[in-house]
Nanobody, 124 residues
Framework: QVQLVESGGGLVQAGGSLRLSCAAS????????MGWFRQAPGKEREMVAAINWSGTSTLYADSAKGRFTMSRDNVKNTVYLQMNSLKPEDTDVYYC?????????????????WGQGTQVTVSS
């Protein structure tokens, strides 16, 4: 019912920045909690950031605090992840996720819709 398409990944040097975007197709986008997750080969998927329906509340993984900022534009049906001061350990495939919920959703098991992922590679 909801289509999610990530973009903005790429190759950057350590200390650089990227902005990931996730475009959603639904007309009820404002009703959805959103999250960003990342996953390396052979590793578990982990939460990077989450945001509530209105964009007034966010939650970040410890590794992302102070460096990453999640935001949303409910007019454009798009969420963003601004990543600054990137480190080699940030190298992963990043996924956008959505679920109909007005609060913060922090568990991958609770998300109903997922994007295809976008690769982020940070060189030292």
């Amino acid at each position: 019912q909801v289509q999610l398409v990530e973009s903005g990944g790429g190759l950057v040097q350590a200390g650089g920045s990227l902005r990931l975007s996730c475009a959603a197709s639904g007309r009820t986008f404002r009703q959805y909690a959103m999250g960003w997750f990342r996953q390396a080969p052979g590793k578990e998927r982990e939460m990077v950031a989450a945001i509530n329906w209105s964009g007034t509340s966010t939650l970040y993984a410890d590794s992302a605090k102070g460096r990453f900022t999640m935001s949303r534009d409910n007019v454009k049906n798009t969420v963003y992840l601004q990543m600054n001061s990137l480190k080699p350990e940030d190298t992963d495939v990043y996924y956008c996720a959505a679920v109909r919920d007005l609060g913060l959703v922090y568990s991958s098991e609770d998300y109903a819709y997922w994007g295809q992922g976008t690769q982020v590679t940070v060189s030292s």
